[in-house]
């Protein structure tokens, strides 16, 4: 399976990208000039943050056979009015009373294994190329 993934344009402010045999719809909200068709690149991101940290603590309650039914996780943005950004986000796990005390900082440290944390903790290289394609190599590409 090609790793790669391939970004087209669907209209408006639509942008789609292909990855894994799986197609992640964007748009942009209608007030920034959008439809809101579909969540908005940074609004996947930040989902990414969470159901990740959801994935590690829902594997650490099965692997100790602990009801994870009643677990949930809510992310929370505190913004800079003045940068209009966000400067710290807090993830709140959320635990049932009968969750067992033993394991309060370890389901925290399931948390800190996820993936796209420890990536925005130590970031990767970023690199962006133009590449020019021949006229032959975009038939088609637009319906991928």
């Known amino acids: 399976m090609n790793s790669d993934m391939v970004v087209t344009f669907h209209g408006g402010s639509r942008v789609n990208a292909r990855y894994k045999g799986f197609v992640i719809e964007t748009d942009q909200p ?24 959801g994935y590690y603590v829902l594997e650490f309650c099965k692997k100790r056979g602990i009801s994870w039914e009643k677990i949930s996780l809510v992310l929370k943005k505190e913004i800079d009015p003045e940068k209009k950004r966000i400067i710290r986000l807090v993830l709140e796990v959320k635990l049932p009373a009968d969750f067992p005390d033993k394991y309060l900082n370890a389901v925290i440290r399931a948390v800190d294994i996820c993936s796209v944390k420890r990536y925005i903790i130590d970031p990767f290289l970023f690199d ?9 190599d975009f038939s088609g590409l637009k319906n991928r």
């Open 30 to 53: 209608v007030y920034s000039g959008g439809d809101g068709s579909a969540p908005a690149p940074f609004d996947l991101f930040l989902a990414s943050i969470a159901t990740c940290a």
């Open 128 to 136: 962006t190329r133009p590449i020019k394609e021949k006229a032959s």
